[in-house]
């Protein structure tokens, strides 16, 4: 597998950052000793440009390639915050901040970023320019539309911008992608329900919220069953229940909260329009009163067609194209690079992660082993596709 000689040879180095970042884990915004870390390096290995605080606390590194050619530029992407999670892992670098951990692997998309960084700036084998990304507040603080809505797309001139996330159970020096919707939008629900609370005995004389919220659990499952094309996908979950006290008093109110995903807008639309007819319905029928607030958190993330070709060629290129799948099914989990890719075009691509234990789990570790191959992708990639 023809990974990149020179980012074999710096993958040592690569680990260790890795390891670092993953012993001082940062949550969305407050990634200050990871984004002040990120700069320090970008500026060491000479990049042309660093700026930070775009999207608050986000890091950009611009490197000009020193061939004639068309003036291009492409993005690439990581992410750079953890997750509220006690680590359970026993390691050297095991996180050191109680309960937070990088469960998701962003400190090594970080890691493999700032290795291709480094060899770009080295080599600058290409025209045009790179600019490498590093964004805060993937997990659910929408870090990706903050950098975007700061103008990060037109003040560095990007024509096209790439991604990047570990896929735990997809095998080390395989990668996998697929044109068209490849992750779901992940909007949130909130249920807030209002009877007449009473004694648990006089059941009568009361309008019994809890009964009100478990009618409403179970009707909107006929959403997805029954309201959803078959062919297509959506997934609606309440996960959380707050109601009552004690043990002998009908609470007066309740709330649910929970999530709404689709891949698709109409689907979307939909799932929205029907929660909205459940929750007041089903609360009328049973004298209650019920009101849905429903947030539309990430959208959508849809690769381009062109570029998702293009990155699967790349990838291939690193480990060969029986090892890329290019159909690789789409999941209901969510990721903010959306919010770049409804601005440019571009594509995400996953890589495996190896046996791990999956994102967002207490033993999750990123494998270090996939460090040769993520970085040799950026570096091919930018390599490609501002070839002079």
């Not at 607030?293 to 959508?300: A, C, I």
Request: with cysteine; aromatic share 6%.
């Amino acid at each position: 597998m023809p990974i990149v000689n020179r980012v074999a040879d710096l993958h040592a180095d690569i680990t260790a950052w890795r390891r670092d970042l993953h012993a001082h884990p940062e949550l969305l915004y407050d990634v200050h000793r990871t984004s002040a870390s990120v700069a320090a390096k970008l500026r060491e290995f000479g990049c042309d440009e660093v700026v930070t605080g775009i999207g608050r606390t986000g890091v950009v590194g611009v490197i000009h390639g020193r061939k004639e050619g068309p003036a291009k530029t492409i993005g690439l992407r990581a992410d750079m915050d953890a997750l509220p999670i006690t680590e359970a892992n026993d390691l050297p670098y095991k996180s050191t901040v109680p309960g937070k951990m990088h469960a998701c692997g962003h400190d090594g998309h970080t890691a493999m970023l700032l290795g291709a960084a480094r060899y770009l700036a080295e080599t600058r084998n290409f025209a045009g320019k790179a600019v490498v990304i590093f964004q805060p507040a993937e997990e659910g603080g929408a870090g990706g539309k903050a950098m975007v809505d700061d103008g990060m797309m037109d003040r560095f001139g990007i024509g096209e911008v790439y991604g990047m996330h570990n896929y735990p159970g997809m095998p080390v020096g395989q990668f996998g992608l697929r044109a068209g919707p490849i992750m779901a939008a992940a909007d949130y629900i909130t249920i807030d329900i209002e009877g007449v609370g009473g004694h648990a005995a006089r059941p009568h004389l009361a309008i019994d919220t809890v009964l009100v919220a478990a009618q409403i659990i179970n009707n909107i499952q006929s959403i997805v069953s029954r309201n959803v094309d078959p062919l297509k996908s959506a997934v609606v979950s309440i996960c959380m229940v707050q109601a009552g006290n004690t043990d002998n008093v009908i609470p007066q109110t309740v709330q649910l909260r929970g999530t709404a995903r689709s891949l698709s807008e109409d689907v979307r639309v939909m799932l929205e329009e029907r929660l909205t007819r459940i929750v007041e319905g089903t609360a009328m029928a049973h004298g209650a009163k019920a009101t849905l607030t429903y947030r539309r958190n990430y959208p959508v993330l849809v690769n381009h067609g062109a570029q998702t070709e293009f990155a699967a060629a790349v990838a291939g290129e690193i480990v060969g194209e029986a090892h890329v799948d290019t159909d690789l099914a789409p999941m209901m989990g969510a990721e903010d690079f959306s919010f770049m890719l409804n601005t440019r075009p571009g594509a995400f691509i996953w890589v495996g992660n190896g046996n791990s234990a999956g994102l967002h789990h207490p033993s999750y570790n990123f494998n270090d082993e996939v460090i040769p191959f993520g970085t040799s992708y950026w570096v091919k990639l930018v390599e490609t596709a501002l070839a002079a």
